[in-house]
C-alpha cells in the first residue's frame, strides 16, 4: 500500500513509519523537519516531504496515489518538546478541528483515498452517555493523574470537536482515540480493541503502548473496520 503519515517524526507517528515499512509498504512521510529528516533517512520505501496540514490545497497537492492518509498532527513536536506541544494546544485549541476541516475539504479532490486521524482519549464514554471532556470535573481530575496542567482541557475538548467535525462527513475517515495513559514502551501485539468506550485493563487502567497504536493503526489502514466510526484501543 501507499501510505501517508502526517507528524511523522513525532512519538506515535514515527512508530507508524517504522510499522509500515517494516510491513513492506510505501510510506509518504510528511514532517515540518522534512528536509533534515530527508538527509538523515537511510531506509527504503520511503520519501520525506513538507505539508500545512491546515491548508486543503497543500494537503491536495500530496494525495496523488496514496491509498491512506495517517494524520498524526499535532502543534509544535511533541516527540522533541512536549511541554511546547502542550502550551501550544492550549493556546489554540481550535486548531485540531480546523485541521479536521482542512484534511476533509482536501479529500474531496480524492474520495477514494481514507484518511485516519489519531486523536485523543477525551471524548470516549466512561458511562453511557458519560464523556470526561464534556465534565470539568472528570477531566480535571483525570489531568491531575496525568500530570497535565488543567488548562490542557480546553486541547482535549479540541480534540472532541475535531471528532464532531468528521462525523458530519461522508468522507471515508476513521478516527482512533488511543488509551488515556500513552508512551513509548514494548511492542507486544497483544491488545484489545474498542468503539466509544475506553478499554480498560484488569487494574482499571486505560494504557497503551505508543509501538502497540503503531499496530493498531496499520492494521486499519490494511484492513479497514472502523470507516466513519471511532476506534480505541488498550490492554
Do not use: C
Request: glycine share 10%; net charge neutral; no cysteine.
Amino acid at each position: 500500500m501507499h501510505i501517508g503519515v502526517i507528524g511523522a517524526t513525532g512519538t506515535i507517528g514515527s512508530r507508524v513509519v517504522t510499522e509500515a515499512l517494516d510491513r513492506g509498504h510505501n510510506v509518504k512521510a510528511f514532517s515540518r523537519d522534512a528536509a533534515q529528516a530527508r538527509r538523515e533517512e537511510r531506509r527504503d520505501n520511503i520519501t520525506w516531504t513538507s505539508v500545512d496540514v491546515l491548508d486543503p490545497k497543500s494537503i491536495a497537492g500530496v494525495l496523488s496515489g496514496l491509498d491512506v492518509l495517517i494524520s498524526g498532527f499535532q502543534p509544535g513536536n511533541a516527540a522533541k518538546d512536549f511541554a511546547d506541544t502542550v502550551r501550544r494546544s492550549i493556546a489554540n485549541p481550535t486548531v485540531y478541528a480546523t485541521a479536521a476541516r482542512a484534511l476533509l475539504k482536501a479529500l474531496e479532490s480524492r474520495p477514494q483515498t481514507r484518511l485516519i486521524v489519531i486523536g485523543g482519549a477525551g471524548s470516549l464514554e466512561i458511562e453511557p452517555g458519560v464523556v470526561r471532556a464534556d465534565s470539568d470535573e472528570l477531566l480535571h481530575a483525570a489531568l491531575d493523574q496525568l500530570g497535565l496542567p488543567r488548562e490542557y482541557a480546553a486541547a482535549v475538548r479540541g480534540h472532541r470537536d475535531a471528532l464532531a467535525v468528521l462525523r458530519t462527513s461522508n468522507r471515508l475517515w476513521t478516527y482512533f482515540s488511543p488509551a488515556e495513559e500513552i508512551g513509548p514502551g514494548e511492542r507486544t501485539g497483544r491488545f484489545r480493541i474498542g468503539g466509544d468506550q475506553p478499554v480498560l485493563d484488569a487494574d482499571g487502567r486505560s494504557r497503551i503502548s505508543v509501538e502497540d497504536a503503531a499496530i493498531a493503526l496499520i492494521d486499519e489502514a490494511e484492513l479497514p473496520r472502523f470507516v466513519q466510526r471511532r476506534f480505541t484501543i488498550g490492554y
